[in-house]
């Protein structure tokens, strides 16, 4: 699961956190014109190597999460699926903790549409929403980095477990 996802580092910054709900987090991973066919998500997170920072972004209508339960109201952090590019090499699907939410006022935070979806058959009461990235940037260590590493200088490394960031769908 996700928690299995972050290095001892993460672990111990993030789940304090969790468990204190200090924050609120759901996993972002379907988008609107993929469901989830986790190789043909659109979302970006293109790293910045000048400022240590990814930059999270979705560049279409397509791209937009939809879905995760959580989204629309509550969540203040996603667990977001994203491609991740280094100097313009895709290395594929990766997690990363974005912070979507103002933690004393609840409102989103700059470059990011978040919201509910609207009425669902049978699932009103499910806080289902949806979420675009307008460029966001987040610090180099909010990639989930127990099985793939990006390094400052944008070396990546990968574990040889090949499917293990799928696991977390899998889970959730």
């Known amino acids: 699961n996700e928690k299995d996802q972050g290095n001892d580092d993460q672990k111990k910054y993030w789940l304090p956190l969790a468990l204190q709900t200090k924050i609120i987090g759901t996993y972002a991973q379907t988008e609107l014109g993929h469901g989830t066919f986790i ?5 970006t997170s293109t790293f910045d ?9 979705s560049p279409s209508i397509t791209s937009t999460k939809w879905w995760p339960g959580g989204l629309g109201k509550t969540a203040t952090h996603v667990i977001v699926m994203a491609q991740l590019f280094i ?3 895709n290395y594929g ?3 990363f903790i974005v912070q979507i939410r103002d933690l004393n006022n609840h409102q989103p ?5 978040v919201g509910d979806i609207g009425n669902k058959l049978g699932y009103n009461a499910v806080d289902n929403g949806f979420l675009k990235f307008d460029h966001v940037r987040i610090p180099r260590n909010n990639m989930l980095m127990k099985y793939s590493k990006v390094s400052r200088d944008g070396t990546y490394y990968s574990s040889k477990i090949a499917k293990v960031s799928y ?5 959730v």
């Open 49 to 57: 190597v000048v400022k240590d920072e990814f930059i999270i972004h």
């Open 109 to 113: 935070l700059k470059g990011i549409k």
């Open 167 to 171: 696991g977390t769908m899998v889970f």
């Open 93 to 95: 699907p990766h997690p």
């Open 39 to 43: 190789r043909g998500l659109e979302t």
């Open 87 to 89: 100097n313009k090499n």
